[in-house]
């Protein structure tokens, strides 16, 4: 889908839409990134937050492929192994990178080689600006010559950062770093190698146009703890489910595990929450974690089938909230370098449409105590493009626990403080044709009210995401 059909899609929600869709189509003629790449979510492993720049090396990425075929992570879905910041120690005469030849003695080349002769991709980063994050040689005014030698060296895979560019803070569009990233695209393009592009601008300005520039977009900071977890990525995720879909996908970060030799690390709880949740927004899934000293909590996490199949749905709808006691935030008021030391004493519910007529839905304990969520399973339908048919129970499947609980009309479940979760799946049980033409008066007034709240789905736009607590009490 190209980023023209998804900005007529949000046209006439309201103001503040039309005035950011007016301002995309104004300010450059619009380009559809359009490179096969990226029907469902990139998944695969990062290196930053495992090694930051001290371990990138050719011996510790050989090693890392190793251990991602041994764990079976390949032959679940995870098929980038992307080397990040720090690989690249200058530029030749000629103005090609060159690698850090203590780290990498025998080229990149041969990296990759040996990543592709284990079945992987091969990703590699750089930078929009004249110099990475780190300080190593950045892209500017050499996206011709990079995009030339990456594909030389076989590279299936670029992470763009927005360090040491112009506007790289600034929480309003800017027509530089756009500038920037499109200079790159196009260089990539005129390739002729298919490559994901993955854009690092850490803005959530970047979503309404982000499908003309990469196949996926960070919206925010890099995630290292829960609590940045929070404040980056589930705050702001939430008003962006409109800008996502096959092709081009709203990036939350990197997937932050529980291992304790890990340099970043969260709860396992936590790291677990963020996998369901991850799987929900439709997000990339890239490990940002210890691959070499995993540990086996984390293994399980990462392997869990059926919490990979939501991820890559082919139906391709980011999840929302489809139920929150949360305080009332809009998108407006969603700035950068926004961070809130507590996060908020409330829970969430996210739900995402599912090929079939399915859904999966996570439950969310933000709060320091134990919580409980009497859900309405009919309240799904605040969800994505909604629901063709009435219902009010469904088929329920917990996806951790790996149990089937029958039909239910509600999911009831106490969860512990501080970011715990459960994770289902649920199938709509329609009623017989007699009984759905005639939905009792209560059914009745409530679907008046949901319709007229939220539906057609996208007069949303979730500029507020505080709604819903009429109808499902806690």
Avoid at 193 to 205: D, E, F, K, M, T
Wanted: with cysteine; hydrophobic share 40%.
């Amino acid at each position: 889908v190209c980023i023209a059909d998804r900005i007529s899609v949000h046209m006439k929600t309201n103001a503040e839409t039309l005035i950011t869709c007016l301002f995309v189509l104004c300010f450059r003629v619009i380009f559809c990134l359009d490179n096969g790449l990226g029907r469902t979510p990139g998944m695969g492993y990062n290196t930053w937050n495992d090694f930051e720049c001290e371990g990138v090396s050719a011996s510790n990425i050989i090693k890392v492929a190793d251990k991602m075929v041994e764990l079976g992570f390949l032959a679940l879905g995870y098929e980038y192994l992307v080397i990040d910041d720090c690989w690249a120690s200058d530029r030749g005469e000629d103005g090609v990178l060159i690698p850090d030849p203590a780290a990498f003695p025998d080229g990149m080349k041969a990296v990759a080689d040996y990543v592709h002769s284990k079945g992987l991709k091969f990703g590699i980063y750089t930078d929009r600006g004249y110099w990475t994050c780190a300080g190593r040689p950045g892209s500017a005014e050499f996206e011709e010559v990079d995009a030339k030698t990456f594909v030389q060296w076989e590279v299936d895979y670029v992470k763009t950062d927005s360090c040491n560019g112009p506007d790289s803070l600034e929480d309003q569009p800017s027509h530089e770093a756009i500038r920037q990233y499109e200079l790159f695209r196009d260089a990539l393009s005129a390739s002729g190698r298919p490559v994901y592009l993955a854009l690092s601008g850490w803005h959530n300005w970047y979503s309404p146009y982000g499908a003309s520039l990469a196949n996926s977009w960070r919206v925010g900071y890099d995630v290292r703890n829960w609590k940045s977890a929070w404040n980056f990525a589930i705050r702001v995720n939430a008003f962006l489910a409109s800008f996502a879909g096959p092709g081009g996908w709203n990036d939350p970060d990197m997937l932050v595990g529980s291992s304790e030799q890990a340099k970043v690390r969260m709860t396992p709880q936590q790291s677990r929450t963020q996998f369901s949740l991850w799987s929900v927004m439709a997000a990339p899934l890239l490990i940002g974690s210890s691959m070499l000293s995993m540990s086996p909590h984390d293994v399980e996490t990462y392997s869990n089938k059926e919490v990979i199949a939501v991820d890559q749905d082919a139906l391709g709808i980011q999840g929302q909230i489809v139920w929150e006691n949360c305080p009332l935030r809009k998108r407006a008021n969603i700035k950068q370098k926004q961070f809130y030391e507590e996060i908020p004493s409330c829970q969430q519910v996210w739900a995402r449409p599912l090929s079939g007529g399915k859904f999966a839905v996570v439950l969310l304990n933000l709060n320091k105590i134990s919580a409980e969520i009497n859900f309405r399973i009919s309240d799904v339908c605040w969800s994505g493009g909604g629901c063709a048919k009435f219902f009010e129970s469904a088929t329920l499947r917990d996806l951790w626990a790996k149990k089937d609980l029958g039909v239910q009309n509600f999911i009831k479940v106490t969860l512990p403080p501080d970011g715990a979760s459960r994770m289902f799946k649920l199938k709509p049980v329609y009623p017989p044709a007699s009984k759905a033409s005639k939905p009792s008066k209560n059914a009745l007034h409530k679907a008046h009210h949901r319709h007229k709240a939220v539906l057609p789905y996208h007069a949303l736009h979730t500029d507020t995401v505080h709604f819903l607590q009429t109808f499902t009490e806690l």
